[in-house]
């Protein structure tokens, strides 16, 4: 079998808009600063409101064509049946989704909300009040509401690839909006913006992880400085490309699954360990708060809060879920054949939302417990950045140096799962949707993803990457609407829907009709 030929008009457009974003901040790094915050104004200022009001049609969309009869379509044939066990499939799932954010966020979020409260809500910092709202934006950001953009790409992606056959090229998604045939030049174009979408937000994910992984070995062993800042990125890097170049079946699928049980020991050392009755009373209590509060949440555009905390917080999230979308997308629907759309909807939506509802609580409600008890005080911590919330927290638990080990080889291995799968899903994206893309270019895309990662990181830091993923997510809006689109086209046709729900004839049921009967002599 012969091997899969890169799409070279495409490939070259791609590698040289982001070859040209690596020269610009090595070689002008207060230039590339500076119209990144020119930008990012602009768009908090013009759209943000797009941002919010795309994530909650996405959630709508997925819940409603789970429920709908639309739930019963097969992503592929009739006759297909899982290719990965659940648990697998939930493993891979889950790692490439958001390993790294829960574990650089998981601490840092909640802490944040409560020591500096959403200044709209006029709230105590530090208050009770405070710590509820902490753990309710946390959910917020973290749960319903992300799963659904991966989920309704990789649904479009997994029923245009499994279903209809047209390969797993991002833009063949797109074939029913052009009446069923082939733009070459258009879905050329829908490529380019996913692979930059990619690229962006898998930096993103990789800076957070260098960030953190960076401050484990500077907590363990004094390490510091820029060059351990760029050793630490080089090394991943290395470790991914090698896996990538293993495939899904060996590399993706072991590590994602060593890092579920990974992140299963350290969430049940911090719950032993930790303030174990308060985690049990922030799990109900949390959920409940969220789920009572998320209309509002969900409503917040900027029009009566602050813009910048906005940005900072919902925006910056929702910008980077939409720009992992095509990657976490191909990559969920590439394991997710044979599955329906109830089943499927389902498990990507509760399974991650329910683990991310656990870790939150576990780790970020321990913090807050122990802060606003006076037991501890996390507030220098916090200051050196959020990177260090989490070992923060580990280090006033028993068996503290251990924990910390753990956590930073765990956000290692997220960082080496993360990426890899996005460097294989790039290799597909470029490949006119091959399963199986060539090895050197796999490598190719590890390295550079790990080269802009590392250039935004020497920009600006945590800053740098928040506005890169904004910036480059707000064309990939529109494309994820007409995505959905698409595939709300296709789906009406879809035999395995079964046949359209028929409406009653007007009039009471058993009323005669006009005509007959004793009435119907009228006229």
Known sequence: MRPPKPDLPLLSVAVGLLAAVVVWGALFTESLAAAGDAALGWVLGNLGWLFVVAADSFLVLAVALALSRFGRVRLGRDEDVPEFGNLAWTAMMFSSGMGIGLMFYGVAEPMTHLLSPPPDLGLVRGSPQAARTAMEYALFHWTLHPWAVYAVTG???????????????????????????????????????????????????????????????????????????VAVIVALTAAFVLSAASGVHRGVRFLSTVNVYLAVLLAGFIFLFGPTVAVLDLIPASLGGYLDDLLPMASRTGAFVDKPWLGAWTIFYWAWWMSWAP??????????????????????????????????????????????????????????GPEAALFALLERLPLGTLAIAVAAFLVALYFVTGADSASLVLGSLTTGGSLHPPRPLVVMWGVLVGAVALVLLLAGGLEALQQATILVALPFVAVMLLLCAALVKELRDDPGAGPVPRLRPRGLPGAPRRGGGEDGAAG
């Open 155 to 229: 649904m479009a992606l997994a029923y245009s690839t499994f279903r209809r056959g047209r390969g797993n090229r991002f833009s063949a998604a797109f074939t029913p909006l052009f009446g069923g045939r082939s733009r070459p030049a258009v879905g050329r174009a829908l490529d380019l913006l996913a692979v930059l979408a990619t690229v962006f937000g898998t930096a993103t994910s990789l800076g957070l992880g260098a960030l953190q992984v960076e401050y484990g070995l500077n907590t363990l062993f004094g390490l510091e400085g820029r060059r351990l800042e």
């Open 327 to 384: 990657f976490v997308g191909v990559f969920i629907a590439r394991i997710s054949k044979g599955r329906t759309i109830r089943e499927f909807v389902v498990g990507v939506l509760l399974i991650p939302s329910g683990a991310s509802l656990i870790w939150f609580s576990v780790s970020g409600g321990s913090a807050v417990w122990l802060q606003t008890s006076g037991a501890a005080d996390f507030s220098g911590k916090l200051a050196e």
